[in-house]
């Protein structure tokens, strides 16, 4: 019987095995994987942890046939909305830079109205 591996422990493996991939996609999704280059491919574009979060949201479901491709379509949404979410901080950032610069023009215009207000009175 094989060991109960904690999330932790599935984290290193992956990391630290040569076969811990295709340990831990066996393990959460019942089936080996069937191309284990187009799935390493996957980890290197998409990042460890993404593929990791991928597995996991496919061990929940119950798919017919062979997984892989549903593993790869989450890491791709999950790497899009990433990405969304860092442009949306770039637009807000992008905003509120414009937003202090509209302000610091305005404090300088109006400290020179109060300057030639004093030089007049």
Known sequence: MEKQQSI?????????????WSQ????MTGQSLSDIPRFLKAVNDFGHMVMFEAVLAAST?????????YVIGIALNKTREELQNIDDDDRY??????????S??????????????????
């Open 61 to 69: 479901r119950k798919l017919t046939g062979d997984p892989l491709n």
């Open 8 to 20: 932790s422990d599935w984290v290193a493996i992956t990391k630290t095995q040569k076969s811990g």
């Open 93 to 102: 950032r992008m905003r509120l830079e414009r937003a202090k610069e509209r």
């Open 104 to 121: 610091r023009i305005q404090n300088e215009e109006l400290e020179e109205k109060f300057r030639k207000a004093r030089n007049n009175v």
């Open 24 to 27: 831990f996609y066996r393990a």
